[in-house]
């Protein structure tokens, strides 16, 4: 074969590995998942939908899309399964199971076998309907032994690091249609915008007459750290500094000023700074975003449907969690101020998922990822135009809940709370600062809508702490409550 993947001596055979039994491994496997969204969930249903041999031989690498049924119907999901007689002590923890003397397991913590993936692209490889594509533009790729590491902190997919120039997402679900994820990053990137990282290229197949993106390939932001990691850094430093939890902060008025971080830095809170520069780049990302993709004032009928929308989440949200009913009238009612800006209510692309953990802080600057959205949301939904704001609320939120996580479960949370207050009040505050400078629409300015997204995000959070970390539940109840 001239493309440099010959099958090695068949000592596993990827095809003799097909059939029940292996997929009566996954079903016990899949559920166990952290980026599985029916974790503890009982796969009855499983079947295979594509399955291509990437590498035989010892070791054999085969790509596997499956389906089962979730709450909401059917869900395809990518499986990249290795295969080995024996198995080297550093893949123990990606084990699937055993079958017929091999051992199957998760090969994308195989670095041997995740260089395939990244030679694939480099050589824009096909392998049956799976096509590797590289950028025209991409930078010389690191061909062999690249050292590729799994990235641990994802929730919904799985990144893998090659030395320190590339990084693969591997998108766990699967959905047919141009995902965001790509389309938003490679639109960004060739207008030259900073606040992405550039795609290099991609991995996809077909499913239904439709294209499905498998996998993406983008520059790897070398020493960056994430704003949730940072945030946290802060809080660490400012809890530990400051005896009597920061006395001085919380006897300081905060003030009214949003711009007090700038004009008043003895008494600017660790990461105020940093919050509000990552507002002006939110503002840049989103001027990028209407740049590419246009942007507009939304109809009547669609700011109604936006309103319909929260209004039935918040009432599905009741059923499951009673303890919202108690403030049911509040939340209305911001819900349907938003009915008053019909005239006025602009939309575009937006990020759509945006929290401290979805940007880099970079030798450039912040840096957004992960452009797909929530990703059981429909791409089509994903892909519509929605309040900017939308993200600002994410982002408000997600500072909320760095002030916050670290006090929860501790006997001393009522003595640190108040400067908890003061640190997510100051950052917000700056971020919002930021934003409105960087030319964005002054959340200041948009009362209304800002304190209905945010409530509407809130109420989401309050979902996913009951189902996913119900000690948790109590950062986004007392927000709503609060609000």
Not at 26 to 36: G, I, M, S, T, V
Not at 228 to 246: K, V
Not at 325 to 349: F, M
Request: charge should be negative; glycine fraction near 8%; charged fraction near 20%.
């Amino acid at each position: 074969m001239s493309d440099g993947f010959a099958p090695q001596s068949a000592l596993v055979d990827p095809a003799g590995l097909t059939g029940p039994a292996l997929l009566g491994l996954l079903a016990n496997w899949l559920p166990e998942q952290r980026w599985f969204p029916g974790r503890g969930a009982s796969l009855a249903d499983l079947s295979v939908v594509s399955d291509v041999t990437l590498l035989a031989g010892e070791p054999s690498m085969r790509h596997l899309i499956v389906q089962t049924t979730l709450r909401g119907g059917p869900a395809r999901f990518q499986v990249l399964v290795g295969c080995r007689r024996e198995l080297p002590r550093g893949l123990a923890g990606a084990v699937i199971g055993q079958q017929d003397g091999a051992v199957c397991y998760d090969a994308l913590h195989d670095p041997e076998l995740a260089d395939i993936l990244l030679t694939g692209i480099a050589r824009q490889r096909l392998a049956e309907n799976v096509r590797f594509i590289r950028e025209p533009a991409a930078p010389d790729l690191p061909m062999a032994q690249a050292s590729s590491r799994v990235l641990g902190a994802e929730q919904s997919n799985t990144s893998l690091v090659f030395g320190d120039r590339a990084i693969l997402k591997v998108l766990r679900r699967l959905f047919p249609g141009a995902n965001p994820d790509l389309e938003v990053a490679d639109a960004l990137a060739s207008r030259g915008s900073a606040r992405v990282a550039a795609p290099y290229g991609w991995i996809e197949t077909d499913l239904d007459g439709e294209p499905v993106l498998l996998a993406v390939l983008s520059e790897f932001l070398a020493g960056a750290s994430d704003g949730w990691t940072l945030a946290l850094d802060a809080l660490s430093r400012l809890y530990a500094r400051h005896g009597a939890y920061g006395q001085e902060y919380l006897t300081h008025r905060l003030g009214a000023g949003r711009d007090q971080a700038a004009s008043d830095p003895a008494h600017a809170l660790p990461f105020a700074a940093e919050a509000r520069m990552l507002g002006e780049a939110t503002a840049e990302l989103h001027a990028d975003l209407a740049a590419a993709f246009g942007s507009r004032n939304a109809t009547a009928a669609e700011t109604d449907s936006l309103v319909d929308d929260m209004n039935a989440k918040l009432s599905d949200a009741i059923a499951v969690v009673p303890e919202l009913r108690e403030y049911e009238a509040k939340i209305r009612a911001a819900y349907n101020a938003v009915s008053s800006l019909r005239d006025d209510l602009p939309v575009q692309r937006i990020h759509g998922d945006y929290h401290l953990g979805q940007v880099m802080r970079a030798s450039k600057g912040w840096v957004a990822l992960d452009f797909e959205g929530e990703p059981a949301v429909p791409l089509a939904v994903r892909r519509a135009p929605a309040p900017a704001l939308r993200d600002v609320a994410g982002m408000l939120r997600s500072i909320d809940y760095a002030a916050r996580h670290q006090l929860v479960g501790q006997s001393a949370a009522a003595g640190v709370s108040a400067l908890a207050d003061a640190w997510a009040r100051q950052c917000q505050a700056a971020f919002c600062a930021g934003y409105a400078a960087g030319r964005g629409a002054d959340p200041q300015r948009h009362a209304t809508l800002l304190r209905a997204l945010t409530l509407e995000k809130a109420v989401y959070e309050v979902i996913y702490e009951y189902r996913h970390r119900p000690t948790w539940l109590q950062i986004p109840l007392g927000y709503v409550a609060a609000a």
